[in-house]
């Protein structure tokens, strides 16, 4: 099979300029990518990864969604993408409000209440500019222009592995951060100000 792949013509480049854009258009801060970072500085890795395991899961659930074309079905909904908006802004806002006020790692206690898995697939899943980034990002490039079932294949297994990284990357972005914050007030100063970011990016993101 490998060496099937090997010798078909361009496909390595294709996959290079898919993966390139993935890495572009997926990886840029918005509500996913800036959500797991500002989890990871406001509760460290251990607390983080239920939540940022429910981000990737989401986010591949949307990839297979958009890969079967059911992107149309959701967008032929009378107000569908209206009603994914509203709701994916009213959990970003309890999200910013909850990293806003979570305590510096060192006061946390071992109860300590962060996002679970539910609640990254939940952002995952409702968020309107996960369905159109990675519908640019799928139908952009061509990977096998002999079959289409493998062009589809070669994009799922591609960008699930992308998904999987850039989500990574931004956690741990967060959690080299929150290593730095000693101090209670900048611990407090940085988790506002990622909160502040998150409905900012979800803001443009939004009306982009």
Known sequence: MLGQLAVL??????LAALLLSALVV??????????ATAIGAAFGIRR???YVGGLIAGTIAVLLT??????MLVLAIPHGASVLGVVSAAYIVYLAVKIASAPPLSQQSAQASAPAFPGGFLLAVINPKAYLAIAAVFAG???ATHSQGLDVLIKIVSL???IVII?????MAGVWMARLLRDPLISRLVNVALAALLVVTTAIAFVG
């Open 9 to 14: 013509p361009g496909l390595w480049r294709s």
């Open 26 to 35: 997926m990886g840029s801060p918005g509500p996913s990518t800036i959500s």
């Open 48 to 50: 983080s990864l239920g």
């Open 66 to 71: 958009v890969s079967v074309g059911a992107l």
């Open 141 to 143: 490039t061509t990977v």
């Open 160 to 162: 699930s592995a992308m």
């Open 167 to 171: 989500h990574v990357v931004w956690l």
